[in-house]
């Protein structure tokens, strides 16, 4: 009979590739761990792991129960998670999968005054591309999503909160040639490489004009991916201050550089579509009493509202 436990020394077994690495983290023996996967294949009558090499390599049997292993493990991780919430106890960790943008406008500034108002809790940001970070909340890897609310429609599983409206602008290094034209149309764009993170799906409307060119390429999946393709702010900016790349970002990011005169706004016709951004959850799990502080900091943090450090109750 499979276990759940069987689960976790086949998982343990793969991720470290050492029995006697893969016991410590269990908490058993090796011996012990020798025992049990001996007694599991002879259960199962299949071999789950190769192990002529001296490296314990999963064969497809093996590789059959990690895949349909992993959700069963999140499951009942998730069932743990409820059973805790139920008998009143605050999680112990809060994890927030951030878009580009909202992991520089909001979340830092909200994280910091969550961990004032829970000072034993730990707080942990995975910043990365929109898309991403819904598949983290889908994964159960994040509590909680904030991002672009065009990658979040149309999933019934998901709870989805419109955060803000953010006005976005091209951006350039000084001097760069398109300056000199005054007003830059999208086809403008073609000649010069884009930076930044992958477009939504809504977004990436706006830019079928621009085709194959040094500004885009297309991946077989589809869909737009710029010739630079990073995920955070300041690797958009520090490309494109090294380079003749063009790049687009919220105006509250730009303000410091424009002022600054480290970047230049490039005036485009028509101007780049505004940004919608959300709260991105399970609709059908509980969240936790520090997720729903949280929630309730970023609301005053995007709506510039001050929150009392001291006085931050779960909403």
């Not at 599991?40 to 090499?53: A, K, N, P, Q, Y």
């Not at 961990?115 to 909680?144: H, K, S």
Request: charged share 25%.
């Amino acid at each position: 009979m499979l276990t759940l436990r069987h689960i976790e020394i086949v998982r343990a077994l793969e991720q470290h590739r050492h029995f006697g690495r893969a016991a410590e983290v269990l908490g058993i023996t090796q011996s012990a761990l020798t025992r049990a996967l001996q007694a599991l294949e002879t259960d199962l009558g299949v071999r789950l792991f190769d192990r002529g090499s001296g490296v314990p390599e999963p064969t497809m049997f093996g590789r059959l129960i990690l895949e349909w292993g992993q959700p069963v493990v999140r499951s009942m991780d998730s069932l743990n998670r409820e059973m805790r919430l139920a008998r009143g106890l605050v999680v112990g960790e809060v994890t927030i999968s951030a878009g580009t943008f909202p992991s520089e406008l909001w979340v830092p500034k909200a994280l910091g005054r969550l961990a004032m108002a829970f000072p034993n809790l730990r707080c942990r940001v995975r910043a990365c591309e929109g898309r991403r970070a819904v598949q983290d909340v889908l994964n159960g890897d994040a509590d909680l999503a904030v991002t672009d609310i065009v990658e979040a429609r149309g999933r019934e599983e998901l709870a989805v909160e419109k955060l803000a409206t953010a006005k976005v602008a091209m951006f350039c290094r000084p001097g760069h040639p398109l300056l000199a034209r005054g007003v830059v149309e999208h086809m403008d764009l073609a000649d010069y490489p884009l930076a930044g993170p992958r477009p939504s799906q809504y977004h990436s409307a706006a830019l079928e004009g621009v085709g194959k060119n040094q500004a885009l390429w297309v991946p077989e999946s589809g869909g737009f991916v710029p010739r630079i393709w990073v995920e955070s702010f300041a690797s958009m900016r520090e490309a494109v201050i090294a380079s003749d790349a063009v790049s687009w970002a919220p105006v509250a990011l730009l303000e410091p550089y424009w002022a600054r005169h480290e970047l230049a706004r490039l005036d485009m016709r028509p101007a780049p579509i505004d940004i919608e951004f959300a709260l991105v959850t399970q609709r059908h799990r509980t969240p936790s009493p520090a997720t729903s502080a949280f929630i309730g900091l970023i609301r005053d943090v995007a709506a510039n509202r001050a929150t009392p450090v001291r006085q931050v109750e779960p909403v």
